[in-house]
T-cell receptor, first 112, second 113 residues
């Protein structure tokens, strides 16, 4: 099993930068994902990290440190449409398969 | 459109009843994962099927069962429904060896009254 922690809620201003942290404990790490989910909608894939370091994708970047069990999602030039829940998911081996386990999500509120 | 199709979008039913949720994975994906999302629990993994075979089980109740058919669509059966089963049920599919993530369907919102 694993324990995934991320803040429940964050607020930020349009145009600013926000960093959402995720810490985890797992016995068989096999990758970390970030998803965006608007209320009542499907989670959509943002990023994937399996090696230490920073992955950059436009306004979104994700960082991983496996030794520290730590990741963050960095959102730049925030827009109102970025108001959503951000889910950190850690994949580990489960009975012969690899299953992503999700944290409870961080609700990001972007205000003007 | 993510390519993963779930039906129905909404379902309202009474306690004690049985329902079936359906999922068609993205073309070419062999794996289907079922998740339950309630307000207080977040996304909880239920079960995974790969090419018709059960591969992994999570926090799935004995009242719930699933299967994957030869055409790779999957069904999640929920029986003896309780009020606490009200939730969003998502399925996701993935392509082996391609780590751009798991693609989710739009979900089925189940309300048990």
């Amino acid at each position: 099993g694993q324990n995934i922690d991320q803040p429940t809620e964050m607020t930020a201003t349009e145009g600013a930068i926000v960093q959402i942290n995720c810490t985890y404990q797992t016995s068989g790490f096999n990758g970390l994902f970030w998803y965006q989910q608007h209320a009542g909608e499907a989670p959509t894939f943002l990023s994937y990290n399996v090696l230490d370091g920073l992955e950059e994708k436009g306004r979104f970047s994700s960082f991983l440190s496996r030794s520290k069990g730590y990741s963050y999602l960095l959102l730049k030039e925030l827009q109102m449409k970025d108001s959503a829940s951000y889910l950190c998911a850690v994949r580990e081996a489960t009975g012969g398969s690899y299953i992503p386990t999700f944290g409870r999500g961080t609700s990001l509120i972007v205000h003007p | 459109d993510s390519g993963v199709t779930q039906t129905p979008k909404h379902l309202i039913t009474a306690t004690g009843q049985r329902v079936t949720l359906r999922c068609s994975p993205r073309s070419g994906d062999l794996s289907v994962y079922w998740y339950q999302q309630s307000l207080d629990q977040g996304l909880q993994f239920l079960i995974q099927y790969y090419n018709g075979e059960e591969r992994a089980k999570g926090n799935i109740l004995e009242r719930f069962s699933a299967q994957q058919f030869p055409d790779l669509h999957s069904e999640l059966n929920l029986s003896s429904l309780e009020l606490g089963d009200s939730a969003l049920y998502f399925c996701a599919s993935s392509t082996p060896g391609v780590d751009y993530g798991y693609t989710f369907g739009s979900g089925t919102r189940l309300t048990v009254v």
